[in-house]
């Protein structure tokens, strides 16, 4: 098995085939224990449906690869196993650990293709725990088919996404992390606490519509604004200021499947013109600092070159952007993405209908999202759309611009480099006692006591993680702004 650490892709300045996309699958289950799938079935019925899709089962000819993220599970290599049960009889394989893009699975594939590297390749996930939720809710044992053979290929991150001082405090889960940027975007905004409470509650009502409208939503009837602001029993708070409804919802049984081709193989079998959909240029930055050590908690030098990459393709070729489906892990990473791309109606920034509503599977949204986006495209003659992505704690990201119009050679650019040369993270401090400014912060309840977590600016020039059990100075954070106030320090406790 080798085992590769994702670097820097050099741009290639030639075409020598063009990928298309040419078939997209996406499989949804509901129900009780017994009709559902784990998530290694639910890849296959993924695959298969995307071959389907192609209108021409001769594709599986011409798979060289499959690329998968990694998921809840514990398979070594379902792509082999998906493989073979499909009759694809050379096939490299790849699992990509939690910390990689997903749009760099799909960059992958397009960058062989342009080079000839490889004809075709496919792009798959899946996730079962809705199925495990419903052994625990039925009292049945769920059970994981056992596949103990490594892939050809294990893709891992090279560093760690987070602290020991942010592990310690915040825990494993993502939802502390992305409240602390809720707030600092939140004061950098400038609108109150019960302002950005009532934004969202809005923006997340209205995508809870897209998502009870979309065939592969997982819920069926949107919520009102007043069940996502409000705390109740199916709305508990998770981080100060996000309840369960704000948050990604990955107890579903969802899979999704693309398959990427050269033209001239789409050619060659004959491939409906209507079936095609082409990425235009792709960017990523997989810079990766802590959050609590980023210069900015809201803006990334990586994320704004990426972001303006694609900016700049469109106003050079007079691309019209039809449709956008941002990351929506948590209401904050729609409005960073919303700013970077310069999205006045950030209303209009889902067809999904986002994460907690359309379902948000274990690393493989982007999959769906992407599946999403090209189904649009399909029946919209000239049209574009923009998919973005996120790995870690908006750790990293990426931008990928789709069109049924193959105006331009496909591009693809990694800025992490770069943001490697002018982004740098900011020392910790080892102040024991001192004053510092608040740039962010959350409350998050441990066994219902609940602590308030603060990132600093202190005044020796670097961050510290504070926090406190005070349960006015909680209260009060509920209440009214913190972000920006001086505060003093003794023993990493407010004092």
Not at 307 to 312: E, P
Not at 347 to 368: E, R
Not at 381 to 403: F, H, N, P
Request: proline content about 3%; charged content about 25%.
């Amino acid at each position: 098995m080798l085992v590769t650490i994702i670097g820097v892709t050099p741009p290639y300045k030639f075409m020598k085939n063009r990928p298309v996309v040419i078939g997209i699958g996406c499989i949804q289950q509901k129900g009780n224990f017994d009709d559902l799938d784990e998530a290694l079935i639910l890849m296959d019925k993924a695959f298969k449906k995307a071959v389907d899709d192609t209108t021409n089962k001769k594709i599986i000819d011409y798979i060289d690869e499959i690329q998968i993220p990694k998921g809840y599970w514990k398979y070594r290599d379902p792509a082999r196993w998906i493989a073979n049960k499909n009759g694809i009889k050379s096939i490299e394989t790849s699992v990509s650990k939690i910390g990689i893009l997903q749009q760099s699975l799909i960059n992958s594939v397009c960058n062989k293709i342009n080079v000839g590297e490889i004809s075709a390749g496919v792009i798959l996930g899946g996730e079962s725990r809705y199925k495990m939720l419903k052994a625990s809710i039925e009292n049945k044992k769920y059970k994981e088919s056992e596949l103990t053979i490594n892939p050809d290929r294990y893709i891992k991150a090279p560093s760690d996404l987070n602290l020991d001082i942010e592990k310690k405090e915040l825990g494993e889960m993502a939802v502390g992390y992305y409240a602390i940027l809720e707030s600092a975007f939140r004061a950098k905004t400038k609108k109150t606490l019960s302002e950005q409470s009532e934004f969202i509650a809005n923006l997340y009502s209205h995508f809870s519509k897209i998502a009870s409208n979309n065939e592969f939503g997982w819920i069926d009837e949107p919520l009102q604004k007043e069940e996502i602001k409000k705390e109740s029993d199916k709305n508990i708070l998770q981080a100060f200021p996000y309840y369960k409804n704000h948050c990604t919802s990955w107890n579903v049984n969802q899979s999704c499947a693309l398959i990427i081709c050269s033209e001239s193989i789409a050619d060659k079998l004959n491939i409906p013109i209507n079936k095609r959909v082409y990425p235009l240029s792709s960017t990523e930055n997989n810079h990766m600092i802590p959050a609590l050590q980023r210069q900015n908690l809201t803006r990334y030098i990586g994320m704004e070159k990426a972001a303006n990459f694609i900016i700049d393709i469109c106003k050079k070729n007079n691309i019209d952007v039809d449709f956008y489906d941002f990351y929506s892990c948590f209401p904050v990473a729609v409005q960073m993405f919303a700013e970077s791309l310069n999205v006045k109606n950030i209303f209009n920034v889902s067809i999904t209908g986002g994460m907690p509503f359309c379902g948000g599977p274990l690393n493989s949204f982007v999959l769906h999202s992407t599946a999403k986006i090209i189904s649009e495209i399909r029946k919209k003659k000239e049209s574009a759309g923009i998919v973005t992505g996120v790995s870690g704690m908006m750790t990293k990201q990426s931008y990928a611009l789709w069109s049924n119009n193959s105006c331009i050679d496909f591009t693809h650019k990694d800025f992490t480099d770069e943001a490697q040369l002018n982004d740098k993270p900011i020392d910790i401090s080892d102040l024991k006692h001192g004053e510092g400014k608040i740039i962010g912060y959350t409350i998050i309840k441990n066994k219902n006591t609940p602590k308030a977590i603060m990132f600093l600016n202190t005044n020796d020039k670097k961050r510290k993680l504070i926090t406190s059990n005070d349960i006015n100075v909680i209260h009060s954070m509920e209440r009214e702004e913190w972000v920006g106030k001086i505060i003093k320090f003794k023993k990493n406790q407010l004092v």
